[in-house]
């Protein structure tokens, strides 16, 4: 059972990569610009990249509990 710690990491890792492309898709600001170009901002930017912080964190939890109990993931 303690072998499958470095696995949960991993799955942890890929929930918050998958919240940060659940917040990029969103809409959000929209801004006009001349010649009716159009540029639109995800409203969520901020937790998308909070997200994609955590995941790094957890990625590198994730290789160092792997070594500390010498088990793959």
């Keep these: 059972m303690i072998k499958q710690i470095p696995n949960i990491f ?7 990569g998958c ?4 917040c990029i898709m969103q ?3 929209v801004i ?5 170009e159009v540029v639109e901002i995800p409203e969520k930017m901020v937790y998308a990249s909070m997200f994609i912080g955590i995941a790094a964190i ?7 509990v792997a070594r500390l109990l010498k088990a793959s993931s």
Excluded: H, M, P, Y
């Design 32 to 36: 006009s610009l001349d010649d009716n």
């Design 58 to 64: 957890i990625d590198f939890l994730d290789g160092f």
């Design 27 to 29: 809409s959000g600001l």
């Design 10 to 16: 991993t799955l942890l890792n890929l929930f918050f």
């Design 19 to 22: 919240l940060a492309i659940v």
